[in-house]
């Protein structure tokens, strides 16, 4: 009677793991990407204020524009765009605020932006500004008003 090596069976389950691991991996990271990330176009509208435009094509989220009236920029670059793909570490400056929490594990992801006073942030349910809901829609137009201060108080 002829003794099995051992060698061969832990060579023959590494591969076999090593092939598992990486057919999920190519899974996960499909599923990971493939809806592709947020597009935030920051530029400013027909009155000369900074406004957003989104783009989500994968959830038909196309032309999304929110303007910030009663704004005005510092300086006048022209539109930049940003894909919203690689995470970083929070928060970190955009053009026109912050972006104070992103997650992109599974894109579109999260985003959350804070802008002249506004809390703006990008769910793929829906838009949030200043904590309500909006539902997505094509083409929508939001003008923000300037926000107000509002102080805390001590107790």
Not at 106 to 112: E, I, M, N, Q, V
């Amino acid at each position: 009677m002829k003794a099995d090596n051992p060698a061969k069976h832990f060579v023959f389950a590494f591969v076999l793991a090593l092939i598992i691991y990486a057919v999920f991996y190519r899974g996960i990271e499909y599923r990971r990407v493939r809806k592709g990330p947020w597009r935030v176009t920051f530029t400013s509208n027909s009155s000369g204020e900074p406004a957003l435009i989104i783009h989500q094509p994968w959830l038909a989220i196309t032309n999304v524009e929110i303007g910030f009236a009663g704004q005005t920029l510092a300086s006048t670059n022209p539109s930049d765009t940003f894909a919203f793909r690689n995470p970083r570490p929070v928060p970190f400056d955009v053009p026109f605020g912050k972006c104070i929490f992103m997650d992109s594990t599974f894109l579109p992801g999260t985003l959350t932006f804070s802008m002249f006073g506004h809390e703006i942030e990008l769910l793929p349910r829906v838009l949030m500004i200043d904590h309500e809901e909006y539902p997505w829609r094509a083409g929508a137009t939001f003008n923000l008003r300037p926000a107000r201060e509002e102080r805390a108080q001590p107790r």
